[in-house]
Nanobody, 111 residues
Framework: QVQLVESGGGLVQPGGSLRLSCVASGRIFSVYHMIWYRQAPGRQAERVASMTASGSTDYADSVKGRFTISGNNAKNTLYLQMNSLNPDDTAVYYC?????WGQGTQVTVSA
């Protein structure tokens, strides 16, 4: 049974940075099947970032140029480096692997 645990969220001022991690326990094919989502209060979940084994990445327009997704297969860990954060980035961030969800990590951007 695969379990996902996100960490790295917190309170940060506008313009600040955070690095999220998602560790998968259990057997997974690859971290490249894992995807970052986020959900802000009162809003639908948004797909934030994903990547393939060939190195190609895909980002939501709202985070392009600010967020970077990466992974470490040896550690079963997916990362999301978030820079130039703004209040619109406030949300619970989740990783997803084949429709399995973690518990999420809260990111709050506020002065």
């Amino acid at each position: 049974q695969v379990q996902l645990v996100e960490s790295g969220g917190g309170l940060v001022q506008p313009g600040g940075s955070l690095r999220l991690s998602c560790v998968a326990s259990g057997r997974i094919f690859s971290v490249y099947h894992m995807i970052w989502y986020r959900q802000a209060p009162g809003r639908q979940a948004e797909r934030v970032a994903s990547m393939t084994a060939s190195g190609s990445t895909d980002y939501a327009d709202s985070v392009k140029g600010r967020f970077t997704i990466s992974g470490n297969n040896a550690k079963n860990t997916l990362y999301l480096q978030m820079n130039s954060l703004n209040p619109d980035d406030t949300a619970v961030y989740y990783c997803n692997y084949l429709n399995i969800w973690g518990q999420g990590t809260q990111v709050t951007v506020s002065a």
